[in-house]
């Protein structure tokens, strides 16, 4: 990359500073960064030249095109941060350019206490769900945490198992040796015959996962993911945009039927309601902190409903729990939680 090019530099800079999560160019003198929940204007200046150079960069170490043609990129940086940029074509001015930052200080929940409110004990809970191959999907709003959380729900899956995850942009970091990591193509990469996520996701079925982890569900592939759940892939992990388990849901069910199959609709919650154990919704508080707002289990369906309960709550910025114990307490017990866990909680 080009050392001497002025947002490259800004990057380097930002780089050294601490709780910075986004980094926004709006136009060549219109610069935010997100720390720590606040959005702060920064001093800072481009010239045109150096946008539209980084721009053409980024394309080129992404192996992506951007011109006229392709004028949305989505990709990463060397850092492995997530950028997404769109032509000056459809804006005002220059390419705007939102940058997600990697944060390579969030490892594990062991290494991370306190983060998202969770206490100790809760963090146990979450270690059971995945060592009990229980499937999860993770549902929040935008900057909300999910990939930060699945990356560490995966740091507690078992180095015997095989995994194999889907996603558009390389974001998860975990140590599974017996991995496979697909990433999806669009119109604009280099490559002949692109494959989206659901095309990789069938061809996944025939790679003898163990599990099957896909970085956000946004489309067709809804339907073959909860095929797979619903088939012996325990233990499968998700994220969705949604800003409440009931919608997470909702939101499924409308991208299953968006897959073009005349499945009932009573039909397609039976299958989610067998696919899918628990939802973990992730929020913000009033302060811009990062929570878990609702730990959720699908319990059941009565009549054509998929019936929740919700197991934990945020409470004061901490996870709480309702008094509702888990229909799967057993299989939890079976994988470290302790028999006296929601008694003592």
Request: net charge neutral.
């Amino acid at each position: 990359m080009n050392a001497n090019n002025e947002v490259w530099k800004l990057l380097e800079e930002l780089s050294s500073k601490s709780g910075i999560s986004e980094v926004i160019i709006n136009n060549v003198d219109n610069v935010y960064i997100e720390r720590e929940g606040e959005l702060i204007r920064l001093n800072a200046k481009f010239s045109p030249e150096d946008i539209v150079s980084f721009c053409k960069e980024v394309a080129q170490f992404n192996k992506r095109q951007f011109n006229r043609e392709h004028p949305i990129l989505d990709g990463l940086l060397p850092d492995g941060s997530r950028i997404n940029i769109i032509s000056s074509v459809y804006t005002t001015s220059s390419p705007a350019i939102t940058i997600r930052k990697y944060l390579t200080n969030l490892t594990s929940f062991d290494q991370s206490p306190g983060l998202f409110g969770l206490s100790p004990k809760w963090i146990t809970f979450l270690k059971a769900l995945v060592s009990s191959k229980q499937n999860i999907i993770i549902s929040g709003g935008t900057g909300n945490g999910k990939t930060t959380f699945l990356n560490m729900l995966m740091q507690e899956v078992s180095p015997t198992e095989r995994v194999v995850t889907i996603e558009d942009t390389k974001e998860l970091q975990f140590k599974v040796p017996n991995t496979v990591r697909l990433i999806t193509r669009n119109a604009a990469s280099s490559i002949e015959t692109p494959l989206g996520t659901r095309e990789l996701l069938k061809n996944t079925l025939r790679m003898r996962p163990d599990r099957i982890i896909i970085g956000e569900v946004r489309g067709e592939e809804a339907f073959d993911l909860l095929q797979a759940m619903n088939t012996g892939h325990q233990g499968s992990m998700c994220t969705i945009h949604a800003n409440s388990p009931a919608e997470s849901l909702s939101r499924l069910e409308n991208l299953f039927l968006f897959s073009g199959y005349d499945v009932p609709l009573k039909a397609v919650r039976a299958q989610m309601c067998s696919a899918i154990d628990f939802i973990i919704q992730l929020d913000k508080d009033k302060d811009g902190k990062r929570i878990v707002r609702k730990i959720t289990e699908i319990s059941n369906m009565e009549s054509d409903n998929i019936l929740l309960q919700d197991i934990a709550v945020n409470k004061d910025g901490q996870a709480a729990f309702t008094g509702l114990v888990p229909i799967r307490v057993k299989e939890l017990m079976n994988y470290g939680l302790n028999t006296d866990f929601f008694i003592e909680i």
